[in-house]
């Protein structure tokens, strides 16, 4: 994990924690997302597809390497949770 990578990551959780509601949305989704079998791979975690991850950054951002605003993330989970019942 890169040094932007990690604090993307520790700005997200932090932005997640000032919104219970959407953990467990948060939760599904790692898991909609992680690849079939993520638990026979290192490191053993359910990671998104590193590929798939690269193609939605450069399609939302222009930049594959960008670090998305915490609260797209926020956005997108409040769409997640959403979307089913609409």
């Known amino acids: 994990m890169s040094g932007t990578d990690a604090r993307w990551l520790g700005r997200s959780v932090i932005g997640l924690a000032r919104h219970p509601g959407l953990w467990a949305t948060a939760v599904r989704q790692v898991f909609v997302l992680a690849p079939p079998g993520w638990w026979r ?32 993330l926020i956005s997108y989970l409040h769409w997640c949770r959403s979307w089913p019942h609409r």
Not at 52 to 68: E, H, I, K, V
Request: glycine share 4%; hydrophobic share 30%; net charge negative.
């Open 41 to 72: 791979t290192k490191p053993f975690l359910p990671l998104p597809d590193a590929d798939y991850l690269r193609f939605r950054l450069q399609t939302a951002y222009g930049d594959a390497d960008s670090a998305p605003p915490t609260q797209d």
